[in-house]
Every structure is written in C-alpha cells, then in structure tokens.
C-alpha cells in the first residue's frame, strides 16, 4: 500500500520545491530581476504557493540563503567530528569541500549575497521590514553552530552571534575575491574563523 502524505509532508515538500527553483532562477537572473512569478513557474506552482510559505521576496531569499547555511555548517562540522584532532591535513579538507560548495552554488550565488545587502541599504522600507527576519536566519545560523560544536566537544571564543554575523557576512566574499583576484582564500580565511574555536 502507498504511503499516505500528511498535510505537513506535503507543506515541506512544496517548500522544498519552491527554495530549489528560487535558488535557480535569484541565479540567473538577480535578486531584482527575479519575480514571483518566474519561482512560481519553475517550481511548477502558482505565486499564491509561494505567498502561503513566504509572505515577501525577500523572505524567500533569506529562507534559501538559510537553507545554503545549513548544508554548508552540515559538511563542515561532518568532517571536523571525524577528525581526532584538526591539523593542516583536517584544514585542507575542510577548505577543499568549502571551495567545493561555492563552485558547485557558483559564484552567481555568491554575488546574489552582496546584491540584495545593497538592495537593502538603497530600500529602508524593505530592510525595515525583513529586520526581524534577516535577525532570525542569524539566529538560527548562531543555534546550528553551537549544535555542530557542541557534537565535536569543541567551544566559541566569542558570542555565537557575533561569529554567526562575522560568517554571514564575509563567506560570499571569499567566494568572489578568490574567483576575481585567483588567489585562494578558503584556506586563510578558514583558519581565522577557527581561531575562535576551542577545539577538544
């Protein structure tokens, strides 16, 4: 007998549905270019879908970009939990899956970042009103460290938030100034991040 989808598993998987093809199209066309109505059609579904599960555009950016934070934070702290002690072998994997992320997402990816921080800067009304929501991806970035830490036995030197804001805002730009200027900074830029771990 086929399995019976509850009203949640359906929900979750629309949502899915809808944050792989807003991932696509924010891509390939910009975060301002971009329309509802171009998400909604790649995803196979109506703009009123989207409405039900992200009430703004820019909610639905900032749930992709969470989203890519979890999976980034899921393979980072993978390959430190297998690492009896992290050392430039553990560092050079490490910043190897990270470059492999970022040109698997694609540097168009990274630059959506810095474009729709622009948008914001240049709309208050729309930073006014994404206020709490951005705070709450950091947030929730900030928890899913502490969480990835705490299963290796290792600690924040410093505020999770304050670490969380710092990986926000500085990760898409490794990504660019690395592909612009060819000159690997997944590596340094790794390792001072890690300076505000304790490790076991």
């Known amino acids: 007998m086929a399995e019976r989808w509850t009203r949640e598993r359906r929900l979750e998987r629309t949502r899915g549905l809808l944050l792989d093809a807003a991932q696509e199209v924010f891509a390939e066309k910009g ?79 990274a630059a959506l970042g810095l474009e729709f921080t622009l948008y914001l800067l240049r709309n208050p009304e729309a930073q006014e009103r994404v206020a709490a929501k951005r705070e709450e991806v950091v947030e929730a970035l900030a928890r899913f460290i502490i969480e990835g830490l705490d299963r290796i036995g290792a600690t924040l030197l410093i505020p999770p938030l304050t670490f969380a804001r710092i990986l926000v805002h500085t990760t898409d730009s490794v990504v660019l100034g690395t592909q612009l200027d060819g000159v690997d900074l997944y590596r340094p830029v790794l390792e001072m991040y890690l300076s505000a771990i304790k490790l076991p």
């Open 31 to 109: 975060f301002t270019a971009a329309t509802l109505d171009d998400i909604a059609y790649a995803a196979g579904y109506t703009k009123g879908a989207i409405y039900k599960h992200f009430p703004t555009k820019e909610e639905l950016f900032l749930a992709v970009n969470d989203w890519y934070w979890q999976r980034y934070f899921d393979t980072f702290t993978e390959v430190l939990s297998a690492a009896s002690k992290v050392e430039a072998h553990e560092l050079d994997q490490v910043a190897a899956l990270w470059r492999q992320l970022s040109a698997d997402r694609g540097a168009d990816h």
